[in-house]
T-cell receptor, first 113, second 114 residues
Framework: EDKVVQSPLSLVVHEGDTVTLNCSYE??????LLWYKQEKKAPTFLFML????IEKKSGRLSSILDKKELSSILNITATQTGDSAIYLC?????????????FGTGTRLQVTL | NAGVTQTPKFRVLKTGQSMTLLCAQD?????MYWYRQDPGMGLRLIHY???????AKGEVPDGYNVSRLKKQNFLLGLESAAPSQTSVYFC?????????????FGDGTRLSIL
């Protein structure tokens, strides 16, 4: 059974801090790892990582995949209150005929003034 | 920009009642998915479809049925609702799973079973 574990479960930081969120996975037929941000409603896509060691960056957010360690990190620099959300990590199991994402339970980030 | 639309947004049912949740996407996506999200459990896959007329079981399929009669629609049915099915249900779609397209999510349906 595929499994994705995220840590920490929650954290509170001050605006301007830098945070690192962790994700480890055990996914058969692993294809990619995805990060989503969930505020009040639908998860919104942040990154998809397929190759190990290549950092993806979008503004203050960046992420990298380590296939050897079966893990990924999501970094947020100079955090803002608008970064407060649940961050979800998901491993993509792709067999060529079927495709499934297994999600972690998420990290709840709260950024305070 | 409709994307993925779920109806209804909220619903309260009594134990034993039945209902159908509708998911519609206007992006011509092949794959569609139904998830449930519970506190502390993350998103869990209920059923998914790899194309019109096809369905497959996910991680937690018991108590649910699905149908994909049209490419743009994916229906989730509860034949006899139980309190354990109280949850937030999300539908998602993706164009081609082997490519680089991520899943796009609807805004969710909050379902309470009394």
């Amino acid at each position: 059974e595929d499994k994705v574990v995220q840590s920490p479960l929650s954290l509170v930081v001050h605006e301007g801090d830098t945070v690192t969120l962790n994700c480890s996975y055990e996914v058969t037929n692993f294809r990619s790892l995805l990060w989503y941000k969930q505020e009040k409603k639908a998860p919104t896509f942040l990154f998809m990582l397929t190759s190990s060691g290549i950092e993806k960056k979008s503004g203050r957010l960046s992420s990298i995949l380590d296939k050897k360690e079966l893990s990924s990190i999501l970094n947020i620099t100079a955090t803002q209150t608008g970064d407060s959300a649940i961050y979800l990590c998901a491993g993509w199991n792709w067999t060529g005929t079927a495709s499934k994402l297994t999600f972690g339970t998420g990290t709840r980030l709260q950024v305070t003034l | 920009n409709a994307g993925v639309t779920q109806t209804p947004k909220f619903r309260v049912l009594k134990t034993g009642q039945s209902m159908t949740l509708l998911c519609a996407q206007d992006m011509n996506h092949e794959y569609m998915y139904w998830y449930r999200q519970d506190p502390g459990m993350g998103l869990r896959l209920i059923h998914y479809s790899v194309g019109e007329g096809t369905t497959a079981k996910g991680e937690v399929p018991d108590g649910y049925n699905v149908s994909r009669l049209k490419k743009q629609n994916f229906l989730l049915g509860l034949e006899s609702a139980a309190p354990s099915q109280t949850s937030v249900y999300f539908c998602a779609s993706s164009y081609y799973p082997g490519g680089v397209q991520p899943q796009h999510f609807g805004d969710g349906t909050r379902l309470s079973i009394l």
